[in-house]
């Protein structure tokens, strides 16, 4: 087992390795600089700004200089927010994300694994059908949508959650309700229709007529039996959902204008800002390979029939 | 069992009509009703979209300035403004008679506007224009814009996954096929692939290389095609992997027949269920990450639109026009909800084993 997580998480260095050198050139030969959208300046500021950043060297050099950097985490300058560097706006914009993000993918599992619950024991009646229904509206309607439509009608015609803005705002915790609910939307969606798939899988296996053969009482059959076996589908989507919500929530921060990772990664791409797309990158690669060893790994302890190989 | 070549029996040796694959796809389809609906309204909007330079809608990008922010209505255009403005006018009065004499000014400038507005529409030859689902903050039609925007998202959804599909299907194909060390080379890529995380460089490529405008369209096709074919590349491998020992491979590979001939003739055609049921699915995924990119403000540029960039403009103004936002929001839900109900549908009615998967 030990030996399986060591080689598991040897496993993820090459990954990383190319994710950080694929980004690096992919951003390097996009036509323009950091510095090729500002006031026209004469050659020799141009070439003292290159010079500050390391700018003028051969690109292997910087490479090699900035994948240094980064073993030592340290993410350098950034281009556009000159005051700060980037480990600095880094440290301020993820916590609000990470928060964001744990928050609605809780809502997420706690209500869509009920929902399959409750639906899958209620085959074909009007509660499957209702929560069904439901269930396809969240995969169908996009962040965008679900999100305004929200705003609109709790903060804007029934005034009781405030329209935008973060937790540290007037509003206080009111503030994270809508863009946690809009954000969970479609993971609920996804969650409930695979929990109750699979439930109405394992409902149907021999173990739980043994079960309830036994005498047992259904809630005790349905929680301790069925549920064990019916939720693996759903620990294995939580790794690559995590990393989902990530990238949805650059929707939800530019609706909502919350002051997250994303809005500065939409905004430092436009600017080429080179350190910071490059730190931001290592951060969401890292969250979504890191996710998907931590749920490989619970999965194994939860499955006793995965290998360990 | 068989007691003649044509004619088949079941276990009570009753004659039955063979029945072919598609066919007993087709019969499972139809009588799924939700599938069926969603059918329907998929070639509707397809309909719609092809047919609509010919459809005596109005053009997408004309803009009549006269009138901006029309609510949906079935009046002319005219008569739609002068009883907003009548109505805004009766508004200010109220507010003075309550006494509020400091709207003064605001009254007559209304006034004035209001005698303009009257003018204006009974020379100009567009008060006669009706618009259904209303105008934009340009007064462009919004029902035109909604169905040139589902032209420009349903093109997006269908390169992307047109583009998708030959990449992820000849990748798989190969890497199954030949298997081994090549086999496991090719997967690996994909594997790391699999770690990037997709949209951002989605985004990247977008914001990098869209440095016009003119040609985002074919950009956001090449973004999207680059890291989307690589699930269709899993399936079609394992796919392969499992049917490639099978007999009549053997049968055709005994007989001569060359690799490329035995993957295409023989073992693609073995698949087609998998990838259509991809492809439904896959559609409206790519419509979303379009629209998703056009909402950030790195998709399609003006005068054209899709979806998402409808969707965008709508929330700017979404508390005074909701019309704006709702009525590209609900076309795209609508045509969303029905790919994917189709695609549920295809994929219970093709492949059974796996009915009720999420």
Do not use: C
């Amino acid at each position: 087992m030990t030996k399986f997580i060591f080689r598991r998480f040897v496993s993820l260095i090459p990954t990383m390795f190319v994710i950080v050198t694929l980004s690096f050139f992919l951003i390097r030969v996009a036509p323009g600089g950091p510095f090729s959208s500002e006031r026209h300046v004469s050659e020799q500021i141009q070439q003292n700004l290159l010079k500050k950043y390391h700018m003028d060297e051969p690109l292997y050099k910087q490479y090699l200089r900035y994948f240094g950097d980064v073993l030592r985490g340290d993410f350098g300058p950034s281009f556009s927010y000159k005051e700060n560097t980037v480990n600095d706006l880094v440290s301020l914009t993820f916590p609000v994300s990470i928060m964001l993000g744990v928050t609605a993918l809780s809502i997420a599992v706690f209500f869509g694994i009920s929902v399959g619950i409750i639906s899958s024991l209620r085959q074909n009646k009007w509660q499957d059908y209702g929560a069904m229904s439901i269930a396809v509206i969240g995969i169908s309607v996009p962040l965008f949508v679900t999100g305004p439509l929200l705003q609109l009608i709790f903060a804007m015609k029934l005034h009781i959650l405030p329209v935008a803005g973060w937790i540290n705002g007037r509003s206080g915790i009111l503030a994270l309700i809508l863009p946690a609910i809009t954000l969970s939307f479609p993971y609920f969606a996804y969650i409930a229709r695979m929990s109750r798939a699979s439930i109405l899988e394992v409902l149907r296996a021999d173990y739980v007529r043994t079960a309830r053969a036994k005498g047992l009482k259904e809630s005790v059959v349905v929680a301790k039996h069925v549920l064990k076996g019916a939720l693996l589908p759903v620990v294995s989507y939580l790794g690559p959902a995590f990393a989902d919500i990530i990238t949805g929530s650059l929707v939800v921060e530019s609706t909502f204008a919350i002051p997250g990772i994303g809005r500065i990664f939409v905004q430092s791409s436009l600017n080429r800002d080179y350190t910071l797309i490059m730190a931001t990158i290592i951060i969401f690669s890292l969250i979504l390979v890191v996710m998907n060893f931590l749920v490989d790994i619970i999965y194994s302890f939860l499955d006793p029939r995965i290998a360990y190989k | 069992m068989a007691n003649s070549i044509n004619k088949s029996v079941n276990e009570f040796n009753q004659q039955v009509k063979p029945v072919s694959l598609w066919a007993d796809a087709w019969r499972r389809l139809v009588k799924n009703r939700m599938a069926l609906v969603g059918l329907w309204i998929v070639i509707l909007f397809g309909a719609v979209a092809l047919l609509a330079p010919v459809l005596p809608i109005y053009d997408y990008a004309h803009q009549e300035i006269m009138f901006q922010n029309i609510p949906p209505s079935l009046r002319p255009a005219g008569e739609v403004a002068i009883s907003q403005a009548q109505k805004h006018l009766d508004h200010i009065q109220a507010l003075i008679k309550e006494g509020r004499s400091d709207l003064q000014p605001d009254f007559e400038k209304a006034t004035t506007d209001f005698a303009a507005l009257q003018q204006m529409v009974r020379e100009s030859p567009a008060a006669n224009n009706v618009y259904i689902l209303g105008t934009d903050y340009l007064g462009r039609d919004m029902l035109a814009r909604t169905i040139y925007g589902g032209r420009i998202s349903m093109l997006v959804g269908l390169v992307g996954t047109v583009t998708a599909i030959l990449l992820g299907v000849i990748y798989g194909a190969i890497a199954g096929y030949v298997g081994g060390r090549i086999d496991n080379l090719m997967m690996r890529f994909v594997d790391i692939m699999y770690g990037l995380p997709y949209m951002l460089i989605v985004i990247i490529l977008m914001a990098m290389f869209n440095r016009e405008g003119s040609s985002s369209i074919v950009i956001i096709f090449v973004a999207i095609a680059l890291v989307s074919w690589l699930t269709i590349a899993r399936v079609v491998r394992g796919q392969i992997i499992s049917l490639k020992n099978a007999e009549f491979i053997e049968a055709a590979r005994s007989m001569g027949a060359s690799a490329t001939r035995i993957v295409f003739k023989y073992l693609l055609p073995n698949i087609l269920g998998v990838i259509i049921i991809f492809t439904t699915l896959a559609i409206p995924s790519f419509i979303m990450a379009e629209s998703f990119l056009s909402y950030l403000g790195l998709g399609i540029s003006a005068p054209l639109a899709s979806w998402g960039t409808l969707v965008a403009d709508g929330v700017q103004g979404m508390e005074l026009y909701p019309w704006r936002l709702l009525v590209p929001a609900l076309a795209m839900t609508m045509f969303l909800f029905a790919m994917n109900f189709l695609g549920d549908g295809l994929r219970d009615a093709l492949d059974p084993q796996s009915k009720n998967r999420a």
